[in-house]
């Protein structure tokens, strides 16, 4: 979703912008824009659709001496993404970008307005930059106008401010949106995540909600309230092991061939030969609790959908799921003795949050399953267990689907293991079948050969049903997800048996099911539905270790001793599909219209 960089110094300006929104890209954007202020020169370029487009438009400018600067990748939600709604939105002399949703926007608007303010876009950012001039014009002092403007605000923001009234200042401030300033000697960079930062700051500080301040000469001065405060620096790393396609020719192709290898590392030191050791976690950690809550979003509620299945049926302790829009507004009863667990691959999405910052206002011990650390999520935590899926930079996600629910199996047997509700032999045997995961996520030339051909005759009908029964019901969700995402084509997952009971009136030979046919779960059950759907002429496409003869076309997995093993196994068949369909259409995979990565609004 919309990305902010920011730069103080003299170094030129344009191409630290420009780098810094490209490491953003991968988060969905519709529309992008500069702006840089050297002395008394204004620059201002901004380009709907991708960042080629406005280096376009910026090839022949290239900054001079000490400015301030900052740029913005648009993900429109206040008007189209059109060049006038694209940040930094400009005053009579000032720029902002600004990433979150000012609630109040439509109150402040109709107040200037009156006053005699012309709007130019439809956003509610361009509020802000309104406001802080009426406030300077009244002042002639800059900062104070500037915390004068933000007292106004509300909702969630991360905000950059420059202006020509004070060329040597960046004004910023953080609430609710994520936001962190990057330090190299002198020069002050800002960033809403680090990976723009990497290779440019040696030291950052991640501001908390409710932080605001501006840098001059070097130094950053910080504010919360009204007081003045100070920081502690942490190191960022220099490791700039950036994702590139090392020869894959999309991120997401790369990722689902990644999934075998950073599987490994998911259990690293945790998954031992006798038990699961989660270091992340006190000892009395799951002492009082006798419940499981998990909120999350898209994939990663698939992932805790599956993990409910597991907590109860290996842990013997109670789980509930719920999708982080919901839960926040259905004023839910939270008791003490219940885990709020959040899990989030982005660490950034603005439900997740919400909610988790609700199950803490209730008093309950929170902990979340992540892949970024120091994230919004992970910092708002009780505690945290780091999913280490690497950057993950396809739009559809993939390895950190797998690696959160590798580490969901692995704290229901921790859960299990602490309350003694599972037997050793158990707790062997379910270590045996984590450790042959990375096996069954391996992609073979000859699988994903198997998978372009048949793509070839999925790319029109009037929609998908993905099919299964117990954890591959949550497979199916997530296998459908994946297919409308960077398709474009309906698709819904459903529970096998559910079928009867209304869907299966659209059975017919355009009516395309993909079958989740595990030997190891309810084989015979999941095959008679299957049966009913191919007795009303639905085309069947079955992924299963054993032979289906109604089957019109069959991919076929390993047999396996666990379910979970060919969980694995089917999940990425169902992710080769996707991806071949999409290539094949044409799709854009990696950044798909209309999606972002994170979603940092509500
Ligand atoms: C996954 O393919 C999706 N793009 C999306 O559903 C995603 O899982 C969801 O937005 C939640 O994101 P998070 O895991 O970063 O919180």
Redo the contacts with the bound molecule.
Sequence with gaps: MCGIVGYIGPKEKKEILLDGLQELEYRGYDSAGIAIIEGKKLHNFKAIGKLKNLREKTKNYTSEGFGISIGHTRWATHGKPTELNAHPHLGAYSYVVHNGIIENYQELKEELQAEGVNFLSQTDTETIVHLFEKYHNRSNDAFPAFKETIERLEGAYGILLITEAAPDMIFFAKNGSPMLIGFDNEDVYFASSDTPLIGKAKEVYYLEDGEYGYVKDGQVHLFNKNEEIGFTKQTLTADKALAQKDGYRFFMEKEIYEQSRVMGETMMGRVLDDGIALDELDKDFFEDINAIKIC??????HSALTSAYLFERIAKIRCDIEIASEFRYKEPLLTGDTLFIT???????AD?LEALKMAKRAGLKSLSICNVDNSSIVRESDAAILTRAGIEKG???TK??ATQTMVLWMLALYVGQERNSISSDILRQEIDAMLHTPKALIVTDKLHAKLHRLSKRYLHGHGFFFIGRDIFFPLALEGA??LK?ISYLHAEGYPAGEMKHGPIALADSELFTIALMPKTMHYDKIKSNVEELSARDATICAISPEPFDLADDFVQTQYSSHPMVEFFEMMVVTQLLALEISIRLGNDVDMPRN?A???TVE
């Design positions: 999350a979003c898209g994939t990663s509620y899990i989030s691959q982005s660490g950034e999405t997740t739009v559809a996600s950190a689907f997800l994946k995402e999606l990565k994170s979603v």
